[in-house]
């Protein structure tokens, strides 16, 4: 802004400046009413929303989260109430979904494959000490089932217990058992009450349930005699107890074989000095060592290399197998002087309309050496064994991914063909060009331009195609002798799969190291291929 | 002005959504925040129950309900997804209180310790022997088993008078009856070693050694034994005369029974129905030995577990051992589900189906499977390697000792 020369001007400008402020006014005033009701329903709706969440999480002490909604509702209230920002009005609804559903994804494996989550490791250590703690308790073997009535005296919770044999004793956490005779009983000889003592119905029970559950009656003074529990507040049984947890210095000792074990802050585990791990442990972050399991590990390190070079062999064929066939079929549909085009395009597309999946196993049964239609009808009874040969096994995958995917490369070629103008063929034939020359020198790096990008994509689609190779072969066939659960025809994405989950173990921390080095061999692949495109866009 | 408006609703509607899906991710649902912090004031139990079972359960949590005064709310879930969705959400203090499970879960719920044990005291003595065992690890019980499950010899009666007492007489039997195939068992490229495992236990050569408690003992890798060796020669055997073809897989084998291709199918309670809508009149019978000892096969028992988390930890225990185990709720689990009761006074009840009683027969000399977590490394290398020695492709004894050397360092 220029400084005003005289006073003139300046009255002016002040004039057009409060000038412009009114128009501003007026306009949102009379144009701008309804838009503004709207606009403040609309937030209302969403402040009232985010308003609900607040309570339920604060109930819940979850404060992060607590913190994140605070943070984009306010956000969200002043983008939306101030009058300038209209790029933020637009983009913010996208942003707020790409946090939530792609960033903070990506992230949270990005941080699981530098912990140990996984089978036996899923929780935090409190939860591992407490259901150690649970499990160790054992029932003494062919111990006597006692008949059971909680009693309560100022507000301490005893056990009035009723033995097989008839003998009625009481006790609570703090005196052990000792036999009573002035008890009152019930037809079956149960004892029921004891003077000076409030019996406990069920309803009682079930609301104290944590503290009775937790209750344990010493049988005597000896520890090791074990002590009374109740599962279910009507009958208590004898336990004894092998793990005791010692808070202070955070290990687990075995009070019958005294074996220490203790937290080595490494494995998120109790290991014993034998190096005798207890499950269920607990999630810790291990660093890179998920990353050097994956490479240094030698069951997973030798199928590495061939599954790679197969996967990278697989996703290539898929995609120049499916694009040439499509190509093709698409410049043959193209020309006008074929009858019936239409007819032929719709049956063309058919494969695609079918689910991938279910065309998956389709042919995994018509592939069957003895049952299936491709022996039996095609080949006359031969005995061909497509998906147990370790190369027929590769054919048919590329073959089946060949008639599941030239049906979208012949649709995209059909509509690049047509964009291409018919005067560019006109004046090259005019100028004495061959069929083959127009289409290798005009027409195919036309089309590439517009289809390459799409040749990338489907490249990384084929190369984690995990569906196609799960159900068409499961990865198999399988070297018997090699010892590793990888099979033939395996890519890395089954290949992760198999490790990670294959069995009742779950390891997701390594999936996700995995997950890791695929997505930057994919995104390696393509970035270079997308410079490539540039230049062919510089050709045209 | 129309275009702004536009947005505006738009970006409204997407921010609601995107809140609630915060507060979601964060929740795991408000409903079950409400549940969980209510269940531990009144008194109220969360079960997990797949869709078949859930009816049935209703009524037993009505009568629970009244008697008790606890509220008992059914979730339902799919049954495929129970086991993932329970060891992933206990920790986090959303999962339920109690929820159904196969034993084979089992091993995997104590290693994660997501599960608490369940003291069935005397009630032991209601249920089959072996379903309890199922249900146990280490020798503590961890459920309430509610159903067994396990696969005999199925028989077209038209093609086949008389039960086959061993291999050799079920095999002249089916050639006798001059069909395509003189028996059928499903396998398929990687075969099956669950269907072809009571073959090998006739042979002697169990996978796991077991203690004298009856669970498994997973220092002792039993299926190299000599017993082990003498299958895998058999198996090389049957592969070589065709009467074992990976190439059956499970919807040929089931078609070609169907067709009455052959008088005899190795297969469990759920193809029955299909076979009786076929016209074939079936009888079970118990699988024929071809190693000389008893052919066992795998029993899976199905049950209700309580989350290692669970507030309520007595009512879940009165719930299931007083009510889920009661005749009245097994028998009419086992209506709905068609599987054998494991309450043994509603099993009684049941054999009066002579298909429930012919399974329930082969069950009670059958082994539960293994639910130690070393068993997940055993099938891996299992069926590839018996469907190597059926087709022939090496040694069948070498093959088998190979695979048992395998399975020892994968389970170290």
New interface residues.
Partial sequence: MTTPRTEQDAAQLRQTKRSRRAARVAEAASAGVKVLLVKIVLLGIVDAISVYALFVLVMKQDWVVVGLVAFVTLVVNWIYFSHQKLPAKYLAPGLIFLLIFQIFVIGYSGYIAFTNYGTGHNSTKADAVNALIVSSQERVPDSASYGLTVLEQSGEFSFLVTDPDGTISVGSATSPLRVVTDATTDATGKATGLAGYTSLRFADIVAQQQDIAALSVPVSDDPNDGSLRTPDGSSAYLYVSDLVYSAADGTMTNSSTGVVYADNGKTGSFVAPSGEELLPGWKVEVGFANFVHAFGSESIRGPLISVTLWTFAFALLSVLTTFGLGLFLAIVFNDLRMRGRNVYRVVMILPYAFPAFLSALVWAGMLNPQFGFVNQVLFGGADIPWLTNEWLAKFSIIFVNLWLGFPYMFLVCTGALQSIPSEIQEAATVDGARPWQVFRLIKLPLLLVSVAPLLISSFAFNFNNFNLIYMLTGGGPRDVTAGVNVGATDILISMVYKVAFVGASRDYGLTSAFSIIIFLLVALVSIVSFKQTKALEELN | ?MV??K??????A???A??????G???GG?AS?ASS?AAAG??SLTVWVDADRAPVLKDAAAAFTQE???EVKLVQKDFTKIQ?EF??Q??TDKGPDITIAAH??L??F?????V????L??TAANYQKVAVTAMSVE??TYGVPYSIENIALLRNTALAPAAPATYDDMVAAGKAAGTEFPYLVQLG??ADPYHLYPFQTSFGAPVFGTNADGSYNANDLSIGNAGGEGFATWLGAQGATGNL?????S??AKEKFLAGASPFLITGPWNVPDAQKAGITVAVDPIPSAGGQTAQPFVGVQGFVVS??S?????A??FL??YIGSEKVQTALYKVGGRAPANTAAFEAASSDPITAGFGKVAATAVPMPSI?Q???V???WG??EA?II?Q??DPVA?WQ??T??IQ?AIK
């Fill in positions: 002005m702004k408006k947005a505006l609703l738009a970006a409204g997407v921010l609601a995107a809140t609630l899906a915060l507060t991710c964060s929740s408000a925040t912090t009144s008194g008790t005064g606890v993932d060891i992933a206990v920790p084979d879960w091993g995997n104590v290693a994660n310790g997501v608490q044990p369940v003291e005291g005397d020798g503590k490229p990687d073809s990976l190439n059956v897989t919807d040929i290692a988390k507030k309520n930890a007595l009512a225990n009165e051992v007083n977590p068993m997940g490394k099938w891996q290398f590839v390697t190597a087709s492709k090496g093959l190979k695979m050397a395998d360092t």
